[in-house]
């Protein structure tokens, strides 16, 4: 069962132009939502979080967006740069385990 | 504290044969995750431990999966009777987590690519 979804495996972006991530989510018990990047030959590595209490949260470049009524999340990067070319995958936690969607590949051109 | 390491990062087998991955968590977290990443694919939740206690499995853990942290602290994860389906790579996370506030956020290792023959 599939209850994490990012529906676009791939985005192009410009440099400096804004990179937006998309996340839906099936199971209404989820308390926080996470987004994690992924290099090459790496593992994925914590970028930001939301909790389900909230709708925006901001970290430098990086802003995430909740919206619970659509059980839908984003990811919004701006400026985008080069070294934020990378595997980005939306995560769902209820306390216990946490389920990943499928990723989406970010390319973002000089 | 070199994070989370995991060992051996690449292993290739024939079907049929058994094998064994080990993860070494970061020493102050009292959790510990296996996942399941295959191509084109996000991390596939498999096992959770708080401390040594196993406390959630999924079902896509069949009876020739089996996963130990024998003193809460590293564990191990043994594939027995290999099938060309098993090639993926297994992850290891940990976290720290006490009670039920905040974001639980979890620390990958690099994984372990596992190739069945």
């Known amino acids: 069962d599939q209850q994490v979804k990012q529906n676009s495996p791939s985005l192009s972006v410009q440099e400096g132009r804004i990179s937006i991530l998309n996340c839906d989510y099936t199971n209404s018990m989820f308390d926080y939502f996470l987004w994690y990047k992924k290099y090459p030959a790496e593992g994925p590595t914590f970028l930001i979080s939301i909790s389900s209490i909230k709708d925006k949260n901001e970290d430098g470049r990086f802003t995430v967006f909740l919206n619970k009524s659509a059980k839908h999340l984003s990811l919004h990067i701006v400026p985008s740069q080069p070294g934020d070319s990378a595997v980005y995958f939306c995560?769902?936690?209820?306390?216990?385990?946490?389920?990943f969607g499928a990723g989406t590949r970010l390319t973002v051109k000089p | 504290d070199t994070g989370v390491s995991q060992d051996p990062r690449h292993k290739i087998t024939k079907r049929g044969q058994n094998v064994t991955f080990r993860c070494d968590p970061i020493?102050?977290?009292?959790?510990l995750y296996w996942y399941r990443q295959t191509l084109g694919q996000g991390p596939e939740f498999l096992t959770y431990f708080q401390n040594e206690a196993q406390l959630e499995k999924s079902r896509l853990l069949s009876d020739r999966f089996s996963a130990e942290r024998p003193k809460g602290s590293f564990s191990t994860l043994e594939i027995q009777r290999t099938e060309q389906g098993d090639s993926a790579m297994y992850l290891c996370?940990?976290?720290?987590?006490?009670?039920?506030?905040?974001?639980?956020?979890?620390?990958f290792g690099a994984g372990s690519r596992l190739t069945v023959l």
């Open positions: 020493s102050e977290h009292n959790r």
């Open positions: 995560a769902a936690s209820d306390n216990n385990d946490m389920r």
């Open positions: 996370a940990s976290s720290f987590r006490q009670g039920a506030s905040g974001a639980n956020v979890l620390t």
